[in-house]
């Protein structure tokens, strides 16, 4: 009895460190199972709008292209949210349905950002940076959805204020690309001066992460804890003056979210609004 009762004992005091080391080898299957997941769901969403969707140059034809990727950016969060791999978490979009004419400007953390913005904005056009645009899988929706080249900047301005006066959403990364070090990069100026030409209104979106994961620069090889934390939450509106300097109308949006978020760690997080 006594011997069992020990060996009860010893079991039950290594059962912890056994669950914790199996832990990372759980998260890494799960990050390797969602990367392969993303690459198939992009190569799927190529050949369904390339071969599925009726070619045009029309707005339905862009419009539907735009409800594919919707759709299946919808399908492909939710089974990551089922694996235990991601968890999202959308703040202060009540209305977004009535939102018109708007520029959704976000930071950018990661590839998830632009994923995580199709889903809630089925109808939105974006603007896309140099090498998604050039990549032989992601380029073949993007072009079927009329979403827009960040350059040359001459024609992504003109395009987004034609879009905006339209009554239409563009979600914008101004950074240009995905942030590299702290919890912000500069701002661009081509975002800037499309909504100041469009009469655009500027609707701010934080997005909080607990993790790198398909950040900038960050190895795969990385070690990552899963479930990783999405939170999107709306800020402020920003109502360019028709004549105002797209450089200081970029720098203040820049200074409004670089005051408001920092890196913990791995982590990008949202901190109260400074005192004013």
Not at 8 to 22: C, G, L, Q
Not at 100 to 124: E, M, T, V, W, Y
Not at 155 to 183: S, Y
Request: net charge positive; glycine share 6%; proline share 6%.
């Amino acid at each position: 009895m006594a011997l069992n009762r020990l060996a009860s004992m010893e079991n039950s005091a290594t059962a912890p460190a056994s669950r914790f080391e199996s832990r990372p080898l759980r998260d890494s299957a799960r990050l390797h199972a969602a990367y392969a997941l993303y690459l198939a769901g992009a190569s799927w969403l190529a050949a369904s709008v390339l071969f599925r969707l009726p070619s045009g140059n029309d707005g339905t034809s862009h419009l539907r292209a735009r409800e594919a990727i919707s759709r299946h950016c919808a399908r492909y969060l939710d089974r990551l949210a089922r694996m235990g791999c991601i968890r999202c978490e959308y703040v202060g979009f009540e209305d977004s349905a009535n939102w018109r004419g708007s520029l959704l400007c976000a930071n950018h953390p990661s590839i998830f950002d632009a994923l995580l913005l199709f889903q809630k904005f089925p109808h939105a056009a974006c603007v896309v940076g140099t090498n998604p645009w050039r990549h032989p899988l992601f380029s073949i929706p993007a072009r079927q959805a009329a979403y827009i080249p960040s350059l040359p900047a001459l024609r992504m301005v003109k395009e987004t204020r034609r879009l905006v006066v339209q009554g239409g959403n563009m979600i914008v990364f101004p950074e240009g690309t995905r942030t590299r070090e702290g919890a912000l990069g500069p701002f661009l100026d081509g975002f800037a001066l499309a909504a100041i030409k469009g009469g655009a209104a500027v609707r701010t979106i934080f997005i909080e992460c607990t993790s790198r994961f398909l950040g900038k620069a960050i190895s795969f090889k990385s070690p990552l804890e899963m479930p990783i934390h999405f939170r999107l939450s709306t800020g402020q509106v920003f109502h360019p003056a028709p004549h105002a300097n797209a450089r200081d109308f970029s720098q203040t949006l820049e200074e409004y979210f670089r005051q408001r978020l920092i890196r913990e760690g791995e982590a990008i997080r949202r901190c109260s609004d400074p005192v004013e």
